[in-house]
């Protein structure tokens, strides 16, 4: 039996091998239908038409597949693509549940897809909760759990990948897992500058930790590339994604200046739609941020060099983790 990564075993039993090439298909194009899904999200967040629509699940009376396109005018045309966008991203889900579960030789990637069909589920009632309710405690939530799908589904496409099920080529030194633990952190400061960005969005609030958290943010990947650079400059599994998340943070920074300006000063007077469109970027970028950040993470971990022994690979763990 082929080693899956310390541990995640490959279990094939009564389902196919990894000759299927379905799983990671499928897996992909749910990440990439996604995002999309995420910045229309934003768009209605920040036109403030997240209510256009006062019922769920029906779209004023009609069967929200059925309601009339000439009636999707306004604040209801993007509240009402918002829904019918996320309804393909949940069908997708329910197909890579499936495929996963009938064609994923591993046991712990089909439980997972049936976890991503799940929260998905959750996702969407709490879309439609925060529309009867009139709730803005759950429009953070709903903003939150909508990122965590997002990077579950980067880690399913990742899993479901060739280099992932290979294995690493030559593994990677990382003295005490400090290039592994630097990115986990990295990912978990990503993830709470994004709620507290949602509660910004939603409620004007706790704009101070934002900011404190974009700088910790910064300080990570500016760490995480030193690192790379100068130990694993090499591996381009692992110098890519850090360049390409350092890139990131210098867009997230341009415009998240740019919306601190115009939304909480007078020093720029722009139109709302302009607001409109830099206030959705910041949280699309956001997202790849979060995204790069926990495809480096992963890529970390599966390039370490992970000794034989299992009870020498537990002693790892210990130091890794310790304090």
Request: glycine share 8%.
């Amino acid at each position: 039996m082929k080693s899956d990564g310390a541990g995640m075993g490959a279990s094939a039993g009564s389902h196919p091998s990894f000759s299927s090439p379905w799983p990671h298909r499928w897996a992909v194009i749910l990440a990439c239908s996604t995002f999309p899904l995420l910045f229309i999200g934003g768009l209605v967040t920040s036109k403030g038409v997240g209510l256009a629509v006062p019922d769920w699940p029906t779209t004023f009376g009609y069967n929200m597949f059925l309601y009339p396109w000439s009636k999707m005018v306004g604040g209801i045309f993007y509240e009402h693509s918002h829904r019918l966008v996320a309804s393909f991203v949940g069908l997708l889900t329910i197909t890579l549940a499936f495929t996963f579960w009938f064609r994923e030789p591993r046991p712990w990637l089909r439980w997972l897809g049936i976890a991503a069909l799940a929260l998905v589920i959750v996702q969407g009632v709490l879309g439609g909760l925060r529309v009867v309710l009139l709730e803005h405690t759950l429009a953070i939530v709903h903003a939150a759990t909508a990122q965590i799908f997002f990077a579950l589904t980067i880690c399913l496409a990742i899993f479901t990948s060739a280099d992932w099920r290979r294995g690493p080529d030559q593994p990677v030194k990382d003295s005490s897992g400090r290039l592994l633990r630097l990115c986990a952190i990295t990912t978990g400061l990503i993830y709470a500058q994004i709620v507290f960005g949602a509660v910004l969005r939603h409620t004007g609030e706790r704009l101070d930790a934002h900011l404190a958290l974009a700088a910790l943010v910064a300080i990570h990947v500016i760490l995480i590339v030193m690192r790379v650079s100068r130990h694993h400059a090499a591996v381009a599994q692992l110098s890519r994604p850090a360049l390409l998340l350092f890139v990131l943070l210098l867009a997230q920074v341009a415009l998240g200046g740019v919306s601190y300006v115009a939304k909480f000063t007078t020093l720029w007077a722009v139109s709302f739609d302009a607001v409109v469109l830099v206030t959705t970027l910041h949280l699309a970028v956001g997202a790849l941020m979060l995204a790069a950040s926990v495809a480096l993470t992963l890529r970390a971990y599966r390039l370490s060099a992970w000794p034989a022994d299992d009870r020498q690979r537990k002693e790892v763990l210990t130091e890794q983790y310790s304090v």
